[in-house]
């Protein structure tokens, strides 16, 4: 049988914008569901009778398993595929939610919203990333910019939608019917159709596994994860940034509804803050994405730029005593946000290479996971010391800064790297 010719490399298009597609709907269900955790915070609080650091430990947990998870998810994902991953991602989450719903207990509040639901948003989170960096290459940023946009999308639609459930359904019901929504996590996962990656002497082949005319080689064995890429100094520097990033991230959308509250604003007013925040994100992604992809300076450069902005911008949200100021610096914190994520999954790949960015991307959540499980309950320990919600946006806006200046040293490392295999191989060629 005459085969048909394959160039080396992602598709960059065709099926692939069916799986940025599901990935944009992982991205709703998964991490804009997350980020309006904020909207349930003063009613498990008044429900349980807890304080401020106990209440976020609920959204801490959740963000630490997210984290931890990603490890597993990478292993799974080289072990079998991101297909089968995300449909279990689906029905952990799900699974967590109904559990959380039941209110046995504070406890099992944690198991569910927290453990199940984390894990759940980890093994969909992880593998969709995969599949949108291996299906592109030329376009991979813009790709990534729309499929990461589905969290703003959906986090508009939800502010609003979470509010009417919680005031409808009570908190319990809420959490009931958007258990029954992640479900469709599970449909997004059959969409995810796996490349089949074949090696030849000279090069690497994609094509669908669905494609028959691809005539499958016998894969080069690779280890389930590379820890031996902590032993590259930008990796480990770059994990820094990532903890210190990640500790200061998670706080702006959990407090910020009880702070508009605290204010005197009106609970749906608070509940619109969260929308505006999300049309500001998309906006952000979009923008980001598209002026990566314009190549005009690299990627590390505009994420110190951005990261940076984004910690002085949080050091000034405390002066917001009205809704409008509030909006402003809402749709501030909110396109920088968007410009972070846009490319700081993306970079991984200018520090590892494309064959490491599974175990990188792995690795990377999982040890920033630190830095996501201690900020929140540092926050609320704080807003509990101090009795301001203000002092949460101080401690994310230093946390920001400081991690920017470890971007800047990555970058720093990984130019010199590019510039001595230029000096040692006058061949190589520098994207």
């Known amino acids: 049988m005459e085969m048909k010719s394959r160039r080396a490399g992602p598709p960059d298009g065709g099926y692939g914008w069916v799986v940025v597609a599901s990935a944009f709907f992982v991205m709703g269900l998964t991490a804009a569901v997350l980020k309006n955790f904020g909207l349930f915070f003063l009613d498990i609080q008044s429900h349980f ?45 799900a699974s967590g939610m109904v559990l959380a719903s039941l209110d046995l ?6 198991v569910g919203m927290g453990f199940l639901q984390g894990t759940g948003i980890s093994f969909s989170w992880i593998p969709a990333n995969s599949m949108v960096s291996h299906y592109f290459e030329q376009w991979r940023p813009i790709a990534f910019g729309i499929a990461s946009s589905g969290e703003c999308v959906f986090s508009i639609m939800f502010s609003p939608f979470f509010q009417w459930l919680i005031d409808t359904y009570s ?17 997004c996962g059959a969409l995810m159709r796996p490349l089949d990656i074949t090696q030849s002497p000279n090069q690497e082949t994609y094509g669908t596994v669905d494609d028959a005319a691809v005539v499958t080689l016998k894969k080069k064995k690779k280890p389930i994860f590379q820890f031996a890429l ?27 509804v009880p702070f508009a509250n605290s204010l005197g604003m009106d609970k749906y007013w608070s509940a619109s803050v969260l929308s ?19 190549r005009l300076m690299r990627n590390l450069q505009l994420l110190t730029i951005m990261v940076t902005l984004l910690g002085v911008v949080l050091l000034l949200f405390p002066i917001t005593h ?30 590892v290479g494309l064959e490491g960015f599974d175990s990188g991307l792995g690795l990377f959540m999982l040890l920033r996971s630190v830095g996501g499980f201690i900020g929140l309950p540092a926050a609320g320990w704080l807003v509990d010391r101090k009795g301001s919600y203000s002092a949460a946006f101080y401690l994310s806006g230093l946390c920001l800064i400081s991690s920017a200046v470890f971007v800047a040293l990555v970058d720093r490392l990984v130019e010199r790297r590019k510039d001595t295999e230029v000096a040692s191989d006058p061949d190589v060629q520098i994207n």
């Open 49 to 93: 009778g807890v304080l401020n650091s106990t209440t976020s430990w609920v959204t801490s947990t959740t963000i630490f398993m997210f984290h931890l998870g990603a490890p597993a998810a990478s292993a799974l994902t080289l072990h079998s595929s991101q297909r089968v991953v995300i449909m279990v991602g689906g029905l952990l989450t």
């Open 105 to 110: 207990s504070l406890p099992w509040l944690y």
């Open 171 to 187: 908190w319990r019901g809420a959490l009931l019917i958007i258990g029954g929504l992640q479900l469709n996590l599970c449909a």
């Open 230 to 256: 902590m032993r590259k100094p930008e990796l480990s520097l770059y994990i820094v940034f990532a903890v210190l990033a990640a500790a200061a991230l998670y706080i702006p959308p959990l407090f910020l």
């Open 276 to 294: 505006v925040l999300a049309m500001a994100d998309l906006a952000g992604r979009l923008f980001c994405g598209w002026l990566a992809n314009m």
């Open 322 to 351: 009205s809704y409008q100021v509030m909006l402003v610096f809402s749709s501030l914190y909110g396109f920088l946000f968007g410009c972070v994520v846009a490319i700081h999954v993306t970079s991984i790949v200018d520090i």
